[in-house]
């Protein structure tokens, strides 16, 4: 089975602190992504990447930032957090090419909130 | 960009009571069509999925969607729900062709009463 493990889940941090949400999968795919997830919103893409040191930006990408040094790695930064970014956030994996079956691969969840 | 829409936020069914979940998306073109499901406490995870083919799909657990591509829709449904059908189910969709990104519509969450 394919495993997305994200470290934390559960975090409590302040306005303005640095925050990082890491994310880890087992299966060797080379497509990850981070979502948010709002009640009423559904999931929102916030970056992803298709392969070490490569990332693009999703819909919501403000305030965010990402890093994939390592192909099973793949962190989402929030430089100085805000309120705003009261969330649940979403890890996923996919394979690409000939076995790309459209199927996203998604961790727990981290809930991060911003007092 | 496409959207996803869930008419349905919140839908409160008893046990053996039919489920249909409205999705629609604004794509024109060729799309691939997902559900997920989300139970209390789990990750998300695919329930079916329309690439091509038969428009009427059949999933986990007895879910099954149709494909209608005039309507540009996607709806999910289940004969007779049951107390572990109670999670927040999402549809989703991707462009044929543009990569791995997926658009999910809000959610629709279902409480069965047992």
């Known amino acids: 089975d394919v495993k997305v493990t994200q470290s934390s889940r559960y975090l409590v941090k302040r306005t303005g602190e640095k925050v990082f949400l890491e994310c880890v999968q087992d299966?060797?795919?080379?497509?990850m992504f981070w979502y948010r997830q709002d009640p009423g919103l559904g999931l929102r893409l916030i970056y992803f990447?298709?392969?070490?040191?490569?990332?693009e930006k999703g819909d919501i990408p403000e305030g965010y930032s990402v890093s994939r040094e390592k192909k099973e790695r793949f962190s989402l930064i929030l430089e100085s957090a805000s309120t705003n970014q009261t969330s649940m956030y979403l890890c996923a994996s996919s394979p690409p090419g000939q076995a790309d079956t459209g199927e996203l691969f998604f961790g727990e969840g981290s809930r991060l909130t911003v007092l | 960009a496409q959207s996803v829409s869930q008419h349905n936020h919140h839908v409160i069914l008893s046990e053996a009571a039919s489920l249909e979940l409205g999705c629609n998306y604004s794509?024109?073109?060729?799309?691939?069509l997902f559900w997920y499901v989300q139970y209390p406490g789990q990750h998300l995870q695919l329930l079916l999925k329309?690439?091509?083919?038969?428009?009427l799909v059949k999933g986990i657990k007895g879910f099954e969607a149709e494909f209608i591509k005039s309507k540009f829709s996607f709806n999910l449904r289940k004969p007779s729900v049951q107390w572990s059908d109670t999670a927040e189910y999402f549809c989703?969709?991707?462009?044929?062709?543009?990569?791995?990104?997926?658009?999910f519509g809000g959610g629709t969450r279902l409480m069965v009463k047992p």
């Open positions: 989703a969709v991707r462009v044929y062709n543009a990569g791995n990104m997926l658009t």
């Open positions: 299966m060797d795919h080379e497509n």
């Open positions: 329309y690439f091509s083919g038969d428009p």
């Open positions: 794509y024109g073109g060729t799309v691939n």
């Open positions: 990447s298709y392969d070490v040191k490569m990332k």
